[in-house]
């Protein structure tokens, strides 16, 4: 509640001095995340379905291998969906396709570029990402929203003192944006997308891929309104 010495608006007892403080971090991403599409195709629709669980569950296993530096692991969307061919006057089945998206999180970027490359060697898998990100409760957010309030007082001061007087009281503060971790630029994003139309035949695993984490924004902004102490103009 507002005091009658402080009301929310200027006069020349109380100037109303507005500003606004800003905050941008740039950190290291705390996960990576990645998706996968496992594919199977016949002319079957139960073959068809046994080998997409199968490779399923060759992936499952393969991605829960890594233990701990698997952070969350879930399944999307599912689907057999039949092709249709019109021959004569009817229609026939032609070829079922099935697929199932996975997504996971790391938190090992080490273990990213192996599993990477072990999941792109499977039979008809997909890769797509990764995507380098901060965690929700990641204390970074909570940094840059501190910053912001700092910077926004320093101003304050700062004009206040440029006319010879000093903020008395704050009126409000307001949190006009803050923007989650992102990548530093959209020129820096990249993807690692491909997939395997069959098994390779050598015997020997796959070189992991190097992978270099994009750096993240996080960016904090407030609006504040303080009042002052009347200046001598």
């Known amino acids: 509640m507002t005091s009658p010495q402080n009301p929310p608006y200027g006069t020349p007892e109380a100037p109303l001095l507005t500003v606004r403080g800003e905050a941008t971090l740039e950190v290291d991403p705390e996960i990576a995340r990645i998706g996968i599409t496992i594919t199977a195709r016949g002319r079957d629709r ?39 061919t019109h021959r004569g006057r009817g229609e026939r089945v032609r070829t079922y396709h099935g697929t199932i998206h996975l997504t996971t999180e790391l938190n090992d970027f080490t273990a990213l570029g192996e599993l990477t490359t072990r999941l792109a060697d499977l039979d008809l898998t997909r890769i797509d990402g990764p995507s380098w990100e901060l965690r929700p409760t990641s204390p970074v957010h909570r940094q840059a929203r501190q910053q912001a309030v700092h910077e926004a007082v320093q101003r304050a001061n700062e004009y206040a003192e440029a006319l010879g007087t000093t903020v008395a009281a704050l009126l409000e503060l307001t949190d006009t944006g803050t923007a989650s971790g992102r990548p530093r630029s959209a020129f820096d994003r990249r993807a690692v997308r491909f997939s395997m139309a069959a098994a390779d035949t050598e015997t020997a695993a796959p070189e992991p891929l190097d992978l270099e984490p994009q750096r993240m924004q996080v960016r904090a902004e407030v609006s504040a309104q303080f009042t002052m102490n009347p200046p001598h103009l």
Do not use: C, M
């Open 46 to 84: 139960r073959t068809t379905l046994d080998d997409l669980t199968r490779r399923n569950t060759t992936a499952l296993d393969l991605v829960k291998s890594y233990g701990d530096a698997i952070e969350n692991l879930s399944t999307g969307a599912v689907s057999l969906t039949p092709e249709l």
